[in-house]
């Protein structure tokens, strides 16, 4: 078995989408793969791991990347008022 491991900065990072076939919903699991500016093609994969797990990290991933500063202020409105 081997191991890899890569990181790419949060600012590289272009997109990143949750795969997942039949046998893979059976078993729960998925594949994550993640794109960053200046590759062609997937830079980081992690294939066949939880599928919640993947997911939850899949929204993350997505959130930072599509954040906003207007979108971050009403954010931090919204927890002041709670």
């Not at 900065?9 to 997109?15: A, E, K, L, V």
């Not at 093609?41 to 919640?52: P, Q, T």
Request: proline share 2%.
């Amino acid at each position: 078995m081997s191991h890899i491991k890569k990181i790419a900065p949060i600012s590289r990072i272009t997109d990143s989408t949750l795969k997942r076939s039949f046998f893979e919903r059976i078993l729960g699991i998925a594949d994550l793969q993640i794109n960053t500016s200046g590759t062609g093609g997937v830079e980081i994969e992690a294939d066949d791991f939880n599928y919640v797990e993947l997911s939850e990290i899949n929204d993350r991933i997505n959130y930072l990347i599509h954040r906003t500063p207007a979108r971050e202020a009403a954010e931090q409105e919204q927890d002041k008022k709670e």
